[in-house]
């Protein structure tokens, strides 16, 4: 069988080399020949792990990823198993620990950190409070607590402190998959915030969740009161209603657009970057003109 070496850290006298083959990682524990494969997911971790000469093994879940957990339970079982002293396993990673927050603690001393100081967010905090929406990922929800920011993400929940700029950090917690996970707000050319990038995956770059409209934007009672006709010069802009949620703008002598809500009163013109439009309205509430952003403003009044 083809076998490919692995490096190990060679501090555990215990652990013998390893390899993988045939999807499994291939070793030894105190001498006896040990297969074993793990695998994690948000919030569960899984181990299987075998001694085939002593025809013994063992499978273990748990509902926490990242923990060593699984491991040092299975060596302290094959430890009773073979009869042999028990190696105290737990201890040896408390001092790993240890040692690993030491040179945290060092390295925030020495001011040894990527984080730049004496920054602020480019927004007040309610400008990043809404929903971010990615085809693959799902649903991203910024909430505005006080004055603090929560993310709320597939039953995932973490309060945010600003770290610098518009990057964000989840506040540490070891219990939490997300914690001290960083989220950095993209502002557009509008000034807006229009995105939220993640490092989910350690292996890929920031996932972008895009800004979404408020729910209300999409509904008819507010999206009727914008139709109309409004003049642009010489030329007719006429905004109509298709359906019950989506509102289409149309230019003599150019194709019909659909206008995707932002947020509030102003609207993208899909397929067309950097194209919004902006309603206004006067004191009594009532849509007495739209701004067209392309990318210099141009006020169109609304026909009577």
Same mark, same amino acid.
């Given at each position: ?46 181990? $299987? ?9 063992? $499978? ?24 042999? #002293? ?6 040896? !990673? ?12 060092? /390295? ?8 730049? @100081?004496?920054?602020?967010? +480019?927004?007040?905090? /309610? ?16 909430? !505005?607590?006080?004055?603090? !920011?929560?993310? @709320? ?54 996932? $972008?969740?895009?800004?979404? @409209?408020?729910? @209300? ?20 802009? /006429? ?6 949620? $989506?509102?289409?703008?149309?230019? +003599? ?46 006020? #169109?009044?609304?026909?009577?």
């Amino acid at each position: 069988m083809e076998r490919l070496p692995i490096a190990g850290d060679g501090r555990r006298l215990e652990i013998g080399p390893s390899s993988y083959g045939m999807g499994w990682f291939l070793t030894t524990y105190r001498g006896h020949k040990l297969v074993h494969h793990s695998g994690n997911i948000d919030g569960f971790s899984a181990l $299987v792990t075998m001694m085939p000469r002593e025809k013994m093994g063992m $499978v273990i879940l748990t509902n926490m990823n990242g923990s060593p957990m699984p491991t040092v339970l299975s060596y302290h079982v094959y430890d009773r198993l073979l009869g042999l #002293a028990a190696v105290d396993w737990t201890g040896q !990673l408390r001092e790993d620990e240890k040692k690993g927050k030491e040179g945290e603690e060092e /390295a925030k001393k020495k001011n040894y950190t990527p984080r730049k @100081a004496g920054t602020k967010p +480019s927004h007040a905090l /309610a400008d990043y409070d809404g929903s971010y929406e990615h085809p693959g990922y799902g649903v991203m929800k910024i909430k !505005l607590e006080g004055d603090q !920011l929560r993310v @709320a993400f597939n039953g995932l929940s973490s309060m945010l402190g600003h770290y610098h700029y518009d990057v964000f950090e989840a506040v540490e917690d070891p219990v939490n998959p997300v914690s001290k996970m960083k989220f950095q707000f993209q502002t557009g050319l509008s000034g807006d915030v229009e995105g939220l990038a993640v490092p989910l995956e350690s292996t890929l770059k920031p996932i $972008v969740f895009t800004r979404m @409209a408020d729910e @209300a934007m999409r509904k008819r009672e507010f999206l009727e009161p914008l139709t109309g006709e409004y003049s642009i010069g010489p030329l007719t802009a /006429a905004v109509a209603l298709q359906g019950e949620s $989506v509102l289409t703008l149309t230019v +003599s002598g150019q194709p019909r657009y659909e206008m995707v809500p932002v947020r509030e009163l102003t609207f993208q013109l899909k397929g067309l970057t950097g194209f919004r439009v902006e309603f206004k309205k006067d004191g009594a509430g009532k849509v007495i003109e739209a701004v067209f952003h392309q990318p210099n403003g141009i006020v #169109a009044k609304r026909k009577p």
